[in-house]
Nanobody, 126 residues
Framework: QVQLVESGGGLVQAGGSLRLSCAAS????????MGWFRQAPGNQREFVAA????????YYADSVKGRFTISRDNAKNTVYLQMNSLLPEDTAVYYC???????????????????WGQGTQVTVSS
């Protein structure tokens, strides 16, 4: 079992930036591929970004490519999502997730992911 706790959400103006953090505990952090997902009211949860166990390979949804950067610090058991040039349509609850066995490349499929955090709210005003 691993526990995930997101932080760093808040209210920003369009064009601004936020850095989300996801702190993990309970198991060796580098055993897990990690990802960020988001869900707006009335919408399905959708993939945002993923990162490999080593931190050297990353993947992004087309909607955030070039604006968001996922990274991880295995020594600190933490994964980050740097969000720049934020848009109102980025408003959502953002969740991190961890998986023991799948490759980061497959984390765009949200079905069957092993562990989820509680989420942190991001609101972007126009």
């Amino acid at each position: 079992q691993v526990q995930l706790v997101e932080s760093g959400g808040g209210l920003v103006q369009a064009g601004g930036s936020l850095r989300l953090s996801c702190a993990a505990s309970g198991r060796p952090f580098n055993n897990y591929a990690m990802g960020w997902f988001r869900q707006a009211p009335g919408n399905q949860r959708e993939f945002v970004a993923a990162i490999s166990r080593s931190g050297t390979t990353t993947y992004y949804a087309d909607s955030v490519k070039g604006r968001f950067t996922i990274s991880r610090d295995n020594a600190k058991n933490t994964v980050y999502l740097q969000m720049n040039s934020l848009l109102p349509e980025d408003t959502a609850v953002y969740y991190c997730a961890a998986d023991r066995s799948r490759a980061a490349q497959t984390m765009n499929n949200i079905q069957g992911l092993d562990y989820w955090g509680q989420g942190t709210q991001v609101t972007v005003s126009s």
